[in-house]
Each structure stands twice: as C-alpha cells, then as structure tokens.
C-alpha cells in the first residue's frame, strides 16, 4: 500500500516537474548555437518599428490594392493607436517577428481594428522585412479567423 503510494507521489512529482516551465513561460529557452543569429543566413531581428511609415505605407498599399481588385472601392484614410503587441514571442530560434494592432480608418467613415506583424527575411526573394496583416471584419474569406486571431501571436 505504501509502495502504491509513494509511485504514484513519484509519478505526480514527475508530471508537475516537466509541466512547470513551459507554464511558466511562454518562450523556449534556446541555446546559442540554435538562435536565428547564428543560422547560414543569420537573421537579427532588426526591423522598423510599428508606427513606421514605411510599415504603415506597405499595409495601406496592400489593402488598397486587395480591395480595388476583388471587393469594394475602399482605402485607408490613416491609422491610429498603433502600438506594439509582442517581439520575437515564439523564442530566439523562430524567424523574427514583431506583432503590432492598431485602428484603421477607412474612406467610408468606418473604424476597425488592424493586427500586423513585420516579418524579417520574408520580403522579396528573402532580401527586406514583410508586413503580414489582417482588418477585422474585411476578414472575407477567414483566412485569419476567428476575427484576426491567428494574425496576433
């Protein structure tokens, strides 16, 4: 009985053991040959901030693009409350990634909210930074549903 007990005491301990730090953070610890520094092509991390223009320019061209060819005639007026959500939130051995939200307004007077992340050697021909986005509720074909989330980290 007490042998039973102390196995399954054991086995509790174990389980707690190997649950615990990845409960207690979401980021993997990475040791420093593995880090996307060190890769063949090293990547740094360095990309433009949220509210950079040149960000906010490759977004609005997108949209607008997206929208003049398959929906509506809508384009982005300006943006506002950008602020940053999270860098590199995955570890240090994933491509770099810097998530941002913000609120768009639109030339039809509507307001949404805008889920971005720059993305480092995912440009042209793995050359420059990208900007993956997504506007909530022009979502049309879900690819970032529900409501943007899997646009957000």
Not at 61 to 80: C, G, H, I, M
Not at 99 to 120: M, P, Q
Request: proline share 8%; hydrophobic share 40%; charged share 20%.
């Amino acid at each position: 009985m007490r042998r039973t007990m102390l196995r399954t005491a054991l086995l509790s301990l174990a389980c707690l053991t190997a649950v615990l730090p990845a409960a207690a953070s979401s980021r993997r610890h990475v040791a420093p040959p593995d880090i996307a520094e060190n890769r063949v092509i090293p990547m740094y991390g360095n990309l433009p901030a949220c509210e950079d223009p040149a960000v906010l320019g490759q977004l609005s061209s997108w949209f607008n693009s997206r929208e003049a060819k398959f929906w509506e005639p809508l384009q982005v007026v300006t943006y506002d409350r950008v602020r940053p959500v999270a860098f590199r939130p995955w570890g240090d051995d994933f491509i770099p990634r810097r998530f941002c939200t913000g609120r768009v307004a639109l030339n039809d007077g509507s307001l949404h909210r805008v889920d971005y992340s720059v993305r480092e050697s995912l440009g042209l021909f793995g050359y420059t930074w990208n900007v993956n986005w997504c506007v909530s509720g022009l979502d049309r074909h879900r690819s970032y549903a529900p409501d943007c989330k899997m646009a957000r980290p």
